[in-house]
């Protein structure tokens, strides 16, 4: 993906596109990993990390999956989670809600935050402050945030739920302790899945964005033509009644397309102009993988950890751009069907 920055955001503003009017997402800068074998300044410990997220948000919902996959969520003082309201604003990702004349009683509250001597921040925008003070870019989610070295490990969430399938293993239930989602004693699923992440990341997970945020035809047409050609790719590969993309098991390809499909009814067919077809109407065999992820799998991995308020809001409210009046639309009825439907 490119590097390029396309504009300048000292303010965590909201400008998306640049001037050719596509969207374009920054490059991750924190890129450290906790390592079971304390090969890095990170080691595993107790009481020392912490996962803050946007419950709105795709990609954090994938750290949040896969931190209660592997009964991360069990163990106190592990790697507690903070979440901020789902209003994203011009000073960024907040943990209190904003108070101006216009923003005033938009968003659904998160969490806050709770971690020890960081009580009184309000906007994640600080916590990247501590951990670089020149940091000029746009301050994401996820992050995990080491509160030992007051820094952040890592804000790039295909790394952060590749470090979670192995780095905690010492403290969690013996029963989740060899789950994996790239196993690396399976080399050639490992291929799949990345086979699989290569295109499922720029045509679905980011290419709803790229529709959304566009602000020229051409870009627009140009990102929702193969966002649903590569649906169209899924749906084929899911017809032949498979439970999982790969490997007939449950796999980080799963978990990474379904934090897309499962705001896509409710948010991406609106909000983002993805209105080609449903997933509802136009995809049973998508729909019925997402229906069984979200109702069966993982204890209540995918169901506990999707709040479609804060989903809907969030999208809704945050883009001025897109939606002047941040009215939230009340449907669709049913933000996902049961899956008997
Ligand atoms: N590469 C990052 C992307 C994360 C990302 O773009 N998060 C968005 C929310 S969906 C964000 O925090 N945006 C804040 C902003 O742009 O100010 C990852 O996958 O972790």
Same mark, same amino acid.
């Given at each position: 993906?490119?590097?390029?920055?396309?504009?300048?955001?000292?303010?965590?503003?909201?400008?998306?596109?640049?001037?050719?009017?596509?969207?374009?997402?920054?490059?991750?800068?924190?890129?450290?990993?906790?390592?079971?074998?304390?090969?890095?300044?990170?080691?595993?410990?107790?009481?020392?990390?912490?996962?803050?997220?946007?419950?709105?948000?795709?990609?954090?919902?994938?750290?949040? %999956?896969?931190?209660?996959?592997?009964?991360?969520?069990?163990?106190?003082?592990?790697?507690?989670?903070?979440?901020?309201?789902?209003?994203?604003?011009?000073?960024?990702?907040?943990?209190?809600?904003?108070?101006?004349?216009?923003? #005033?009683?938009?968003?659904?509250?998160?969490?806050?935050?709770?971690?020890?001597?960081?009580?009184?921040?309000?906007?994640?925008?600080?916590?990247?402050?501590?951990?670089?003070?020149?940091?000029?870019?746009?301050?994401?989610?996820?992050?995990?945030?080491?509160?030992?070295?007051?820094?952040?490990?890592?804000?790039?969430?295909?790394?952060?739920?590749?470090?979670?399938?192995?780095?905690?293993?010492?403290?969690?239930?013996? #029963?989740?302790?060899?789950?994996?989602? =790239?196993?690396?004693?399976?080399?050639?699923?490992?291929?799949?899945?990345?086979?699989?992440?290569?295109? %499922? =990341?720029?045509?679905?997970?980011?290419?709803?964005?790229?529709?959304?945020?566009?602000?020229?035809?051409?870009?627009?047409?140009?990102?929702?033509?193969?966002?649903?050609?590569?649906?169209?790719?899924?749906?084929?590969?899911?017809?032949?009644?498979?439970?999982?993309?790969?490997?007939?098991?449950?796999?980080?390809?799963?978990?990474?397309?379904?934090?897309?499909?499962?705001?896509?009814?409710?948010?991406?067919?609106?909000?983002?102009?993805?209105?080609?077809?449903?997933?509802?109407?136009?995809?049973?065999?998508?729909?019925?993988?997402?229906?069984?992820?979200?109702? #069966?799998?993982?204890?209540?991995?995918?169901?506990?950890?999707?709040?479609?308020?804060?989903?809907?809001?969030?999208?809704?409210?945050?883009?001025?751009? %897109?939606?002047?009046?941040?009215?939230?639309?009340?449907?669709?009825?049913?933000?996902?069907?049961?899956?008997?439907?």
């Amino acid at each position: 993906m490119s590097t390029q920055t396309t504009h300048k955001h000292t303010d965590g503003s909201t400008k998306w596109s640049s001037n050719d009017g596509r969207f374009r997402r920054q490059e991750s800068s924190f890129r450290n990993f906790i390592t079971k074998d304390g090969n890095s300044d990170f080691k595993p410990e107790l009481n020392r990390y912490h996962l803050i997220c946007a419950m709105a948000c795709p990609w954090a919902h994938r750290s949040m %999956i896969v931190r209660k996959l592997k009964g991360i969520d069990k163990v106190k003082g592990l790697l507690p989670l903070h979440t901020v309201d789902s209003l994203l604003g011009p000073e960024g990702w907040t943990f209190v809600p904003y108070d101006s004349e216009e923003l #005033k009683g938009l968003g659904i509250p998160g969490t806050g935050i709770k971690i020890p001597g960081h009580e009184d921040k309000k906007r994640i925008r600080e916590l990247y402050l501590t951990a670089n003070p020149d940091y000029k870019d746009r301050c994401t989610v996820p992050i995990i945030w080491d509160n030992k070295l007051n820094t952040v490990v890592n804000n790039e969430s295909s790394e952060i739920i590749r470090m979670l399938n192995t780095c905690f293993d010492d403290f969690i239930d013996p #029963k989740y302790r060899n789950l994996t989602f =790239y196993p690396e004693d399976d080399k050639s699923l490992q291929k799949e899945i990345d086979g699989l992440n290569e295109w %499922i =990341y720029p045509c679905i997970n980011n290419g709803v964005y790229k529709s959304g945020f566009a602000t020229k035809q051409d870009a627009y047409e140009e990102s929702v033509k193969p966002l649903f050609e590569h649906l169209d790719k899924v749906e084929k590969i899911l017809s032949d009644g498979r439970d999982y993309l790969a490997g007939g098991r449950l796999t980080e390809a799963d978990i990474r397309l379904f934090t897309t499909i499962i705001r896509f009814d409710p948010v991406y067919v609106g909000h983002f102009k993805c209105n080609i077809k449903t997933i509802r109407d136009g995809y049973p065999h998508i729909h019925k993988w997402a229906r069984q992820l979200y109702w #069966k799998e993982g204890d209540g991995a995918f169901k506990d950890t999707t709040d479609f308020e804060s989903i809907k809001a969030h999208y809704y409210q945050s883009h001025p751009q %897109i939606n002047p009046t941040r009215i939230v639309p009340a449907g669709p009825h049913l933000y996902i069907l049961p899956l008997d439907k």
